[in-house]
């Protein structure tokens, strides 16, 4: 009986990490040979999208009726000309890939590692956060942080031109960061200290493109 508890308990956790990698993908994906099939116009499933079984008129009046309940009048005006590029265009869907997505880049940014950051960033945000890597083996220091918690995740600014998305993110996320020398001696930070953070992304993607990607292009902490 146990054996069998415990063998739905794997099989739930694996549906459950399934569920979360295609979320993320959607969002920030990657082109890994194995991205969803493109729809008959070229462009790629978004997360939102209906699927088989699924109310497509249902689907889009749920989109419709979360931007017709933005109150930001210049926010509402970019989601729907948005829509009218790509209508499974879905803000509920890129608010949770994107509280997703922010402790996802900062953990790979404090273990250093690079080919997480390199399918997450474009050229130019990569090269920064390279930079403040190997800048930090050169001092042999390591850092070890967490997010503990994401208090506000919203859409401070939307634009198209063209065809193509930036979006940004104001994060208000409680951390904690420590920074190590080589012989294990913390020389910043605290691990026991919280320390609340507030950061804006930016992220980019070409709705007509069949690549789901959205890259993160820009970032400013207040």
Known sequence: MGEGFQFIDIILLAMVAGFIALRLRSLLGRRTGEE???????????????????????????????????????????????????????????????????????????????????GLLNDDVYEDFNAAITAREEASQTAQGRVLDLADVRIEDAKLVGSVVEITVAYKAEIVLVTMNDRDEVIEGNSSDTVMVNDVWTFERDLKSSDPAWLLVATRSE
């Open 36 to 118: 969803p099939e493109h729809r008959p116009d070229g462009s790629a499933p978004h997360v939102g999208q209906p699927g088989v079984g699924d109310d497509p008129v249902a689907a889009h009046m749920d989109r419709e009726s979360v931007v017709r309940l933005e109150a930001n009048p210049a926010l509402r005006k970019a989601f729907r000309a948005m829509q009218k590029v790509d209508s499974y265009f879905d803000v509920d869907a890129f608010i949770d890939g994107a509280r997703s997505v922010y402790p996802m880049v900062l953990e790979a940014f404090w273990r250093g590692d690079r080919e997480e950051l390199r």
